[in-house]
Nanobody, 124 residues
């Protein structure tokens, strides 16, 4: 049974930083790309970032480019999202996702498993 467990969310002031973690179990972590998505209050889920199996490639949503960094540690079965210069519009539930196959894009159809999410709230 595949499980993805996020941690690191919380309340932060605008301009601050947070680092999210997502630890996976039940599937060979290094075989699959990992993504981060978020769902702002009252809105649909949106793509944030994706990282390839061995960290050779990363892709970001335009809204977070230059502020967020996705990384992974295959030895720890963990993917991270470092979020800097946070803005109130970054407030959302952030979820990690494991790819369905060996590659993945920004569409959620490319992901097979999802974490339960962690709340990030940015105050102005």
């Amino acid at each position: 049974q595949v499980q993805l467990v996020e941690s690191g969310g919380g309340l932060v002031q605008a301009g601050g930083s947070l680092k999210l973690s997502c630890t996976a179990s039940g599937r060979t972590f290094s075989n699959f790309p990992m993504g981060w998505f978020r769902q702002p209050p009252g809105k649909e889920r949106e793509f944030v970032a994706v990282i390839s199996r061995f960290s050779s490639s990363t892709t970001y949503a335009d809204s977070v480019k230059g502020r967020f960094t996705i990384s992974r540690d295959n030895a720890k079965n963990t993917v991270y999202l470092q979020m800097n210069s946070l803005k109130p519009e970054d407030t959302a539930i952030y979820s990690c996702a494991m790819g369905l196959r060996s590659w993945a894009t920004s569409t959620d159809h490319d992901y097979a498993y999802w974490g339960q999410g962690t709340q990030v709230t940015v105050s102005s």
